[in-house]
């Protein structure tokens, strides 16, 4: 084929041509971080993860090879394709999946990994249903996508992150959730509104403030803080006043309504459209960006002030979907939110065994919902409809740290870096202590609160990786923990406990032998399960050890409270067994909302049981 000669460009030509190369510029630099090299790797190890989760759900059972090797094999729906590969078996039918082991197999041939193909070819092995799977794949594929974008970050190794800063640490952060396969979806955001509000592209954020309708939105706080001490503490007075100046040019004043930060994904994608009539009316007004630069949290829709770190994180509401619900925030679970804090606050102050752990919880100081009446009159409760706007102010840890301290989420104990190696082993081997005892004092910080809490007050928490903020000394020892994400999150399981009306939506109603499910399956099957074989491959402590530490700490926990003797017995952490809860069964089978918040013991998806590693130290 013969090409057209080229004419000589004119200045317009040129400039069009410049702005043309500007845009596939654009276009590309978007999905640089998708290489064919990057994405194998990021598939290599979704097809691992799933392998090993999958197994341990029970929803795949790899037959043994007969080589000796710990290869294991696990066949498709209709038999003809194979995946093999190598794995550890630990404790709480733990599978560690070896990444460079797995191969796939079909008609003698070998085939490259692919994890939508691994998805699509176990679809009925993993239940999952005509409507559920394309939805699962395309979490699946977002996943990967995310992981294949940490690829492309410059490598950070686990000892260099272990001594960094806080907000290094929470970016840092490749897995997510331990236990989901599909646990970064994040349906929703676009390529350009991931680069921005990811937690991993640390890209620092201004929130949208916009006001809203006294008569149609609810403020409620903890006793010692009011609306305007907060709007002081969080905005600059230069602020206040261009806000107000904005609301005078439209003839509103800003007294008559409340000031509430907005995602900026969910100003563009949903107020602005969903809620274009209380636009139009004036009942809501968009006020524009905050000063403050914020950074996005691992749970997403959180954000940390970076320009002023020691005031309050901010939650917001965001309509996107990620591991198994919108996360939307509900305006009527906003109004007792601060009461629900205040009261647990004061309960851990008041609790010498507590107080002796050196647990802090970061209250929910503060919380704003706007009730739009269309919405609310045709919405069913717990429609994502109810949970498009609203925000909670939430205490920064920074104000609680005391010299030489720095806090690091729990969730960076399980961190493994490019190259094998554990930040749990780099916080150990840089304390200067024996590793039994840097566990000791994390387990003194950790799970002590969890039992005594749960043992005395029948209240649990959801104590996983990311909703706890672990304080480490100069030496890099946990000396303490933070609980956050709490009026949504903890539970008093008990119908004889005394609560005040503003805190009876915390009371769970939870059949007695599932109670203790709280610590055996939030503690034990989704923390400790990863993190004794994450210390034991890196030579640091081996499995047998971190069990019976755990053990001692138990043990001890139980002979400093001799008057909650019957509780241990009645609910025994050294049982044989405990019930096998499964949480990717939760998602594979109802992905939009995979457990109703209002009954959530009602939602478990109960699988067999699990040998109890603490029994044999009983």
Request: glycine share 4%.
């Amino acid at each position: 084929m013969t090409l057209p000669s080229t004419p000589l460009p004119t200045q317009q030509t040129q400039q069009s041509q410049q702005s043309q190369q500007s845009q596939q510029s654009q276009l590309n630099d978007a999905v640089s971080h998708l290489t064919p090299e990057r994405w194998a790797r990021a598939t290599r190890l979704l097809v691992r993860k799933a392998l090993a989760e999958f197994s341990h759900e029970r929803l795949l059972r790899p037959t043994p090879l007969d080589d000796g090797e710990n290869r294991y094999a696990v066949r498709s729906d209709d038999g003809a394709t194979e995946y093999r590969f190598t794995a550890r078996r630990f404790a709480l039918d733990h599978w560690q999946v070896d990444a460079d082991s797995v191969t796939r197999h079909r008609d003698g041939a070998e085939l490259p990994l692919d994890a939508l193909a691994f998805i699509t070819e176990l679809r009925t092995t993993l239940g999952l249903g005509e409507e559920i799977l394309p939805v699962y794949l395309e979490e699946i594929s977002s996943t990967l996508a995310s992981t294949a974008f940490k690829l492309a970050a410059p490598e950070v190794a686990a000892a260099q992150l272990a001594a960094a800063g806080f907000q290094d640490i929470e970016s840092g952060m490749t897995e997510g959730h331990p236990c989901f396969v599909a646990n970064n979806g994040r349906l929703g955001f676009d390529i350009a509104e991931y680069r921005a509000y990811a937690p991993e592209a640390a890209a620092p954020v201004r929130l949208v403030w916009v006001a809203a309708r006294r008569d149609r939105a609810t403020f409620t706080a903890c006793s010692d803080l009011g609306y305007d001490k907060l709007l002081l503490t969080e905005l600059s007075a230069a602020t206040l006043r261009r806000f107000s100046a904005a609301m005078t040019e439209q003839g509103l004043e800003l007294d008559d309504y409340y000031l509430l930060p907005v995602h900026p994904w969910q100003w563009w994608n949903k107020l602005s459209v969903t809620f274009a009539a209380e636009i139009a009316q004036r009942n809501l007004v968009c006020l524009g960006h905050g000063d403050d630069e914020h950074l996005a949290q691992q749970s997403i829709r959180t954000f940390f002030n970076a320009t002023n770190p020691a005031k309050h994180y901010v939650k917001t509401a965001l309509s996107v979907l990620n591991m198994g619900f919108v996360r939307g925030l509900s305006a009527a679970y906003m109004e007792a939110t601060p009461a629900i804090n205040d009261w647990l606050a004061e309960l851990v102050a008041d609790d010498e065994i507590l107080r002796d752990t050196g647990l802090g919880v970061l209250r929910e100081r503060a919380a704003v919902g706007y009730h739009p009446a269309p919405y609310e009159a045709a919405a069913p409760k717990g429609s994502p409809y109810l949970k498009m706007l609203a925000a909670l102010w939430r205490e920064s840890p920074i104000p609680f740290l005391n010299e030489g301290e720095k806090p690091a989420t729990m969730a960076s104990l399980l961190h493994i870096d490019r190259d094998g190696n554990s930040l749990a082993a780099a916080l150990i081997e840089g304390s200067g202590l024996e590793p039994t005892e840097w566990l000791r004092s994390y387990l003194h910080a950790y799970l002590t609160p969890l039992l005594h809490s749960f043992y005395a007050y029948d209240l649990v928490f959801m104590p996983h990786g990311e909703n706890v903020i672990l304080v480490l000394d100069e030496h890099g020892v946990p000396r303490r923990a933070l609980f956050k994400d709490l009026a949504e999150e903890i539970a008093v399981m008990s119908q004889d406990a005394e609560l005040p009306p503003e805190v009876e939506r915390i009371r769970a109603d939870v059949p007695e032998d599932m109670k203790i499910l709280s610590l055996f399956t939030d503690v034990f099957d989704c923390f400790f399960r990863f993190l004794a074989p994450t210390l034991d491959a890196a030579g640091v402590l081996d499995e047998a050890t971190f069990w019976s530490t755990v053990a001692d700490v138990v043990k001890s926990y139980q002979k400093s409270t001799p008057h909650l003797a019957a509780r241990h017995a009645r609910y025994d952490l050294f049982a044989d067994e405990f019930a096998l809860s499964c949480l990717n069964r939760l998602q594979l089978r109802n992905n939009q909302q995979m457990v109703d918040l209002q009954d959530p013991a009602g939602a478990l998806q109960l699988t067999g049981t699990l040998k109890n590693p603490l029994a044999p130290h009983r």
